[in-house]
């Protein structure tokens, strides 16, 4: 009798002991929860709409701005923290791969956050790795072709029917000709000088990496999209970007890849539409806008990932992102950028649909900064006739395949 009482009570300790252990482990209770984003509008559009949250969940929240540079420095340095200091972080899309080579991203699968068919689905391709999803698209930048619309109609050319890059071409000799500028590009920097060329890269059907991540610059695409570049260029020319823009409105230069965050909403002959993705009428068609999206996650160190979940989930719902358009947003949904009404205020925002539709991100590495580095002080020398496109992508391999080792 004494054993089975004994055996009772220590089988009654153990569940006792459980019992504590597993309330140990459950997550604290959030009273307030902490954004770290980016700065500018991007920050603007999250604070907004907060209040929404707040009210309804009982929870406040901080919104904490970094410059871009800042930003990545502060996730990677809170991430090394047994608790981190954010909640909510917003990420580049170029910065991926380092933040899931440190652990540093919780998956949002297992919180049970789910993307929806609304969200457009190229956009959504960095976020999943290994089937886990770790992060959301949340604000849809992606480069665009800004051109002045005068100029254009004038020499009898519709823009928005453009569809490949002949009948750029076509457009930026006959501006030329009649005494106008063509192409015009950045060509301040070699990060400029890369991103500015991506778009004709990817109508070529080429790219700066194969799936494998390995440099694929000295391919026989590479080499067609470039020449073809300089010949564009030869009916323009490079300026820094706040000269390009001021270019494209004043009607010196008739056509350029852009932003739509360059687009000045009182400009009288500027607009902006997507870039095509085919080089000539029946060839095919590529993703040629490339994304600057910025995306949203939840840090593994996070203290209160269901309060975040709760938080990310009310950030990505339609009607609120829909609510943050009037203060600069651009959500990544087909429901926000074709809703008639919004349209109708904002026309863009079916260009930019379209432009995300069609769009692929940049390579995410932690060594991206490096590679367009390399690489655009390559094209540089390559566009000044330094170097002829044969010798100047063979040492830009070279130099990459080295990096990237």
Known sequence: MRSFKKIVSMLVAAVLVFAAMTGCGEEEKADKLVLAVRSGTYAEVIKMCLSGFEEKYGITCEVVEFSED??????LHDSLNSKGSYDIIMADSSWVSELLA??????????GYKLDTDIIPATTDICIND???????????????????TVAESLGFNVEEIDTLDEISSLCNA???AGYGGFVARGDTANNVVVDFLPVLRAFGGWVVDSSGKPTVNTAEFKAALNYYMNLLKTGRL???????????????????????????????????????MVKSGDESFNSNIYGIWTLGIP???????????LLNYLMDPEVQKSTIEYGGVPCRYSCLTDPEIVASNPHMEV????????????????WPEFYAILGARMI??????????????????ELDALMK
Not at 102 to 111: K, P, V
Not at 131 to 149: A, D, F, H, I, Q
């Open 300 to 310: 593994s160190n996070c203290r209160y990932k269901s309060s975040a979940a709760l």
């Open 352 to 367: 930019i649909c379209s432009a995300l539709e069609n769009g692929i991100y940049r390579p995410s590495t932690r060594k």
């Open 239 to 277: 300026l820094p970007k706040d000269q390009l823009i001021s270019s494209i409105e004043n009607g010196s230069q008739v056509l350029s890849v852009g932003w739509p965050g360059w687009y000045m909403t009182d400009a009288v002959n500027s607009d902006y539409c997507a870039f095509p993705g």
């Open 131 to 149: 089937g886990k999803m770790y992060l959301v698209p949340y604000y849809g930048n992606v480069t665009v072709m800004l051109y002045n619309r």
């Open 175 to 177: 501006s030329s000709a």
């Open 102 to 111: 440190e652990g540093a991203l919780a998956d949002l699968g297992a919180l």
């Open 381 to 398: 020398q390559i566009l000044s006739g330094e170097l002829s496109v044969d010798d100047g992508l063979t040492l830009a391999q070279e």
């Open 70 to 75: 800042d930003l990545h420095n502060e996730i």
